[in-house]
T-cell receptor, first 109, second 112 residues
Framework: AQRVTQPEKLLSVFKGAPVELKCNYS??????LFWYVQYSRQRLQLLLR??SRESIKGFTADLNKGETSFHLKKPFAQEEDSAMYYC???????????FGEGTQLTVNP | DGGITQSPKYLFRKEGQNVTLSCEQN?????MYWYRQDPGQGLRLIYY???????QKGDIAEGYSVSREKKESFPLTVTSAQKNPTAFYLC???????????FGQGTRLTVV
């Protein structure tokens, strides 16, 4: 069974501080991992995916297969980063897409 | 205007009644999903479908049913067997497993 865990339900930082949102997964095969974001009153949308190895809005995430983690990081948080962030996993066969519990990030001025 | 549309936005149901939530997409996506979003529990997968006329149970399928008669439509029925149906329901679609999933705006169901 595949499972995604986000240990922090709430995370609060000050503007300009580094931020790290934790994501751990359990899956026996080779997973594909994603971060989705939901800004206030907006639809849930893709932020980044590990296969792209890209930086979106200053965020990066590295897949660590040894630690089964996919933490989301940003060196300098901005107020507009305040949102709900979800880590998600899909499997190499089939299209079951599983989400974590979500982390509500608040960036204070 | 391409996208994924859920209707209605708000839905009220009396206890003991079945209710169907609509989800339509014009993105030509093969895969479609239904999630339930509750505070503190994230998005939990109810059902998903990879192709027309085929669907699989997710983690919390009990009390729910779906159909996939057309590629663009994936309606979800919340039956009277669902013990705690009051929630926010999200529908999504994607072309392939590694591509972006697009979400609807959600339906908030309240049992009165």
């Amino acid at each position: 069974a595949q499972r995604v865990t986000q240990p922090e339900k709430l995370l609060s930082v000050f503007k300009g501080a580094p931020v790290e949102l934790k994501c751990n997964y359990s899956y026996s095969g080779s997973p594909e991992l994603f971060w989705y974001v939901q800004y206030s009153r907006q639809r849930l949308q893709l932020l980044l995916r590990h296969i792209s190895r890209e930086s979106i809005k200053g965020f990066t995430a590295d897949l660590n297969k040894g630690e089964t983690s996919f933490h989301l990081k940003k060196p300098f948080a901005q107020e507009e980063d305040s949102a709900m962030y979800y880590c998600a996993l899909t499997q190499t066969s089939g299209s079951r897409l599983t989400f974590g519990e979500g982390t509500q990030l608040t960036v204070n001025p | 205007d391409g996208g994924i549309t859920q209707s209605p936005k708000y839905l009220f149901r009396k206890e003991g009644q079945n209710v169907t939530l609509s989800c339509e997409q014009n993105l030509n996506h093969d895969a479609m999903y239904w999630y339930r979003q509750d505070p503190g529990q994230g998005l939990r997968l109810i059902y998903y479908s990879q192709i027309v006329n085929d669907f699989q149970k997710g983690d919390i399928a009990e009390g729910y049913s779906v159909s996939r008669e057309k590629k663009e439509s994936f309606p979800l029925t919340v039956t009277s067997a669902q013990k705690n149906p009051t929630a926010f329901y999200l529908c999504a679609s994607s072309q392939q497993r590694t591509t972006e999933a697009f979400f609807g705006q959600g339906t908030r169901l309240t049992v009165v």
